[in-house]
């Protein structure tokens, strides 16, 4: 069978055409497989933030219960920074609303019963769950008091 001057081009076309396609699918593939690297890195790197900041909240506590007086201010004042974290950059985190209680209660034996009220609302409506649910909302009445 002869192949006209118009097969040809055609022929030559198509292959062009499957040439394209099989860059494109490469290229697809090549950015994908860099995307699953990042993604990877960028969740090495947040459960390495999450494991720093737990480590510095298990620490200024447990030297808050080592200490006769009870935590410092300085120690105080660095707890309830770690504990800010640990909601701002997991805010979904089974251990959250740990977290928010041991902010409300904070708060409240300091005497900020506003901020304790706030940090009792979050976990009222965003941790319906909560297995202190009821403590956290005697806590609220009794600081609305």
Known sequence: ???TEWNF???KKEENKMKQIALFFSILVF???CGNEKTDSVDENKSELKKEIIESISMLEKKGTENTNGITETDREELIKSLKNFYTNFPNDEKTPHCLDKLQMIYSSTGDYQKSIEYSEI?????????NRALIIENQAANYD
Do not use: A, E, G
């Open 1 to 3: 069978m002869l192949i």
């Open 9 to 11: 081009h055609y022929l």
């Open 31 to 33: 950015l994908f497989s």
């Open 123 to 131: 976990i009222i409506k965003k941790f319906p769950n909560y297995v």
